[in-house]
T-cell receptor
Framework: QKEVEQNSGPLSVPEGAIASLNCTYS??????FFWYRQYSGKSPELIMS????GDKEDGRFTAQLNKASQYVSLLIRDSQPSDSATYLC????????????FGAGTRLAVHP | NAGVTQTPKFQVLKTGQSMTLQCAQD?????MYWYRQDPGMGLRLIYY???????DKGEVPNGYNVSRLNKREFSLRLESAAPSQTSVYFC?????????????FGPGTRLTVT
């Protein structure tokens, strides 16, 4: 079992819809969670970090963390074609000094 | 403010050749990281440096060496390149000393080993 799992997609949503991206992880002691966006041929760009259970909102983006169920999700409201990219989930294990593991990413396609 | 810069952008090596990838950041960050990214796989941490003068192994350190030259610069060296090291290499930096801090990435180096 991979330590951080994401559906590879593509997740296709119409412009203006809500895109929901999910990430599950294997270790209950994980404490830091990150979402990055990566356009094709470019470097990862940080969207959001979340450290405690619940929701965290930043503009059109909302990260949701549920440590009991071991998943973190990213919602993108009012999706735009410019949101089309691969979204990477990253999780630290054992307090962050030991491991930071990235998922393989979910490709999002927003069509007009 | 350039953020994180990497050189070169592209490189082709023959098996057995050596090279050094350079990384610099101007954000006064304490920690720096080297990752590789292969198709269908997530970013994998090669080495990181939590502060000037310290380095630690990540998930895939074999075949690589690093040097934290000063607070700004962190280099990655391939002593004897192998085709399995064909990848895209990213450098990143963060303010804090642990992996729990947000990281900011450079533009990457595309390396092909033939």
């Amino acid at each position: 079992q991979k330590e951080v799992e994401q559906n590879s997609g593509p997740l296709s949503v119409p412009e203006g819809a809500i895109a929901s991206l999910n990430c599950t992880y294997s270790d209950r002691v994980s404490q830091s969670f990150f979402w990055y966006r990566q356009y094709s041929g470019k470097s990862p760009e940080l969207i959001m970090s979340i450290y405690s259970n619940g929701d965290k909102e930043d503009g059109r983006f909302t990260a949701q963390l549920n440590k009991a169920s071991q998943y973190v999700s990213l919602l993108i409201r009012d999706s735009q074609p410019s949101d089309s990219a691969t979204y990477l989930c990253a999780v630290t294990f054992a307090g962050g000094y030991n491991k930071l593991i990235f998922g393989a990413g979910t490709r999002l396609a927003v069509h007009p | 403010n350039a953020g994180v810069t990497q050189t070169p952008k592209f490189q082709v090596l023959k098996t057995g050749q050596s090279m050094t990838l350079q990384c610099a950041q101007d954000m006064n960050h304490n920690s720096m990281y080297w990752y590789r990214q292969d198709p269908g796989m997530g970013l994998r941490l090669i080495y990181y440096s939590a502060s000037e003068g310290t380095t630690d192994k990540g998930e895939v350190p074999n075949g690589y060496n690093v040097s934290r030259l000063n607070k700004r610069e962190f280099s990655l060296r391939l002593e004897s390149a192998a085709p399995s090291q064909t990848s895209v290499y990213f450098c990143a930096s963060s303010y804090g000393a642990s992996l729990d801090y947000e990281q900011y990435f450079g533009p990457g180096t595309r390396l092909t080993v033939t």
